[in-house]
């Protein structure tokens, strides 16, 4: 984990988060937000090259990660999108940018829409945000989630490589893929990996869909050509529906753009950081 250090803990309402903070506290306010079954790692490189120009803010989401993982715990999309708008306050952010992957794009939308949480700019990767979703997999876990549960410790292991390792794309390199399944690990990892996947309720999206005409935020939304898990027809049909959203399709990347193109991806939210006017 000393790779990528999340030193910053935070008592949110679904458990302890972990963060930190990138960059100098002079530059504009960014946030990273990443989606499932990840953590803030996969934003390692983008993060990194951003602290040149920003202030970036990565966080692990409650059940993820380095952050709390607990019988119970509450690690709906409702739930995070609360959680994300109470770490802006606790850092005293109004208006910062925001990137936003996968789940954590409906974490973002959420926030903005029914919790009212303002943006100077929006940046969505290959986001969950359009119904349907979740594949045939995904939703067989969830529906059968105690099961999976019990899978013996070797098992569920092979599992989750599997399913990180099935995103599109050029494919992970082994050792990214034993550091995004490692947090799924465990006494605590096993079950919070279930966890999530059960508590995945399309109703959550659903609750926002019909406002995305309503967005006034300057948003940017890039997708992988080649995401295996949401189809980049997905991000067209996103992009048509957000007012004046910025379309970025990027070549040779799977639903893990920030591992597949990283570079291509920089250069994108830079561009568009810099004018997102």
Not at 152 to 167: F, M
Not at 169 to 193: C, I, K, M, N
Not at 198 to 209: K, L, P
Not at 229 to 240: D, F, H, N, Q
């Amino acid at each position: 984990m000393a790779e990528w250090p999340l030193p910053e803990t935070f008592p949110s309402g679904s458990g302890a988060v972990r963060w930190n903070r990138l960059g100098g506290a002079d530059r504009p306010p960014l946030v990273l937000l990443h989606g499932t079954p990840f953590s803030s790692y996969v934003w390692r490189a983008v993060a990194r090259s951003l602290a040149r120009d920003h202030q970036v803010f990565v966080w692990d989401m409650p059940g993820y990660g380095m952050s709390e993982k607990s019988a119970g715990q509450d690690v709906s999309l409702a739930a995070q999108g609360r959680v994300f708008t109470e770490l802006l306050g606790h850092w005293g952010l109004e208006d910062p940018l925001v990137v936003a992957h996968d789940f954590g794009g409906a974490v973002a939308l959420r926030a903005h829409l029914l919790h009212g949480v303002g943006y100077r700019a929006l940046a969505l990767v290959d986001p969950v945000a359009l119904a349907p979703w979740g594949s045939p997999f995904f939703r067989l876990v969830r529906d059968h989630a105690e099961v999976f549960e019990q899978l013996p410790p070797a098992l569920h292991r092979a599992l989750v490589r599997e399913y990180v390792g099935s995103t599109g794309g050029p494919g992970l390199h082994p050792t990214v893929l034993d550091r995004l399944v490692e947090p799924w690990l465990g006494e605590s990892g096993q079950p919070a990996f279930y966890r999530q996947i059960a508590q995945a309720d399309q109703r959550y999206t659903d609750e926002i869909q019909d406002r995305y005409s309503g967005i006034d935020v300057p948003t940017l939304i890039c997708w992988g050509e080649d995401d295996a898990w949401i189809p980049v027809a997905k991000g067209r049909e996103l992009a048509a529906a957000v007012p004046g959203a910025r379309w970025e399709p990027i070549a040779h990347a799977g639903h893990l753009v920030q591992e597949d193109a990283p570079s291509e991806l920089t250069a994108a939210l830079l561009a568009f950081l810099r004018h997102p006017h």
